[in-house]
T-cell receptor, first 113, second 116 residues
Framework: DAKTTQPTSMDCAEGRAANLPCNHSTISGNEYVYWYRQIHSQGPQYIIHGLKNNETNEMASLIITEDRKSSTLILPHATLRDTAVYYC??????????????FGTGTRLKVLA | GAVVSQHPSWVICKSGTSVKIECRSL??????MFWYRQFPKQSLMLMATSNEGSKATYEQGVEKDKFLINHASLTLSTLTVTSAHPEDSSFYICSARGLAGHYEQYFGPGTRLTVT
């Protein structure tokens, strides 16, 4: 199973862009990268996902390197409410069209006023 | 859309008793549901994957006789912790995957179990 490596924690000033890196050097060609975040004592919230192209939605942008061994989640204008643990996940196929998420340790992002 | 609920949100039970946690997809049919466990300051650990109408697939090291999973309908899965012990105290989170071709998992709010 592919695994992800993320920095344990990061700080970001409010209003600035938060760039959260993730290494997934053993990712396979058909495995997607997903990003979720978890605010204390809540269930994870979906942010964005991608395969090989850069993706953008109303929450964030996802930049995936050409070799797909790493990616960066960008929150363009971080707010205090973005303080959370951010998980970079590789979706692994387990047969029969079913997939599972393999959670890494995540990055604890603290947005500072 | 894509709302997943869990009930109860928290539960305290005595050692040796069993506890059932429900996971419901409120506005979509969930072909696959997942159960995770999270200890304080740790990441989510997948316990099992269940498809509607079939037996759950448990991750290595998870006791299937202790953590009973039933996915009886496309909108409901239950996790029963049998003969609970204090070490089973944890945050249990379910997620659901809906339509074919869409692989995002939508997570419930979690259930905090405390075994005394």
């Amino acid at each position: 199973d592919a695994k992800t490596t993320q920095p344990t924690s990061m700080d970001c000033a409010e209003g600035r862009a938060a760039n959260l890196p993730c290494n997934h050097s053993t990712i396979s060609g058909n495995e997607y990268v997903y990003w979720y975040r978890q605010i204390h004592s809540q269930g994870p919230q979906y942010i964005i996902h991608g395969l090989k192209n850069n993706e953008t939605n109303e929450m964030a942008s996802l930049i995936i390197t050409e070799d797909r061994k790493s990616s960066t989640l960008i929150l363009p204008h971080a707010t205090l409410r973005d303080t959370a643990v951010y998980y970079c996940i590789v979706r692994a196929g387990i047969g029969g069209g079913t997939y599972k998420y393999i959670f890494g340790t995540g990055t604890r992002l603290k947005v500072l006023a | 859309g894509a709302v997943v609920s869990q009930h109860p949100s928290w539960v305290i039970c005595k050692s040796g008793t069993s506890v059932k946690i429900e996971c419901r997809s409120l506005d979509f049919q969930a072909t696959t549901m997942f159960w995770y466990r999270q200890f304080p300051k740790q990441s989510l650990m997948l316990m099992a994957t269940s498809n509607e109408g079939s037996k759950a697939t448990y991750e290595q090291g998870v006791e299937k006789d202790k953590f009973l999973i039933n996915h009886a309908s496309l909108t409901l899965s239950t996790l029963t912790v049998t003969s609970a012990h204090p070490e089973d105290s944890s945050f249990y989170i379910c997620s659901a995957r809906g339509l074919a071709g869409h692989y995002e998992q939508y997570f419930g709010p979690g259930t905090r179990l405390t075994v005394t």
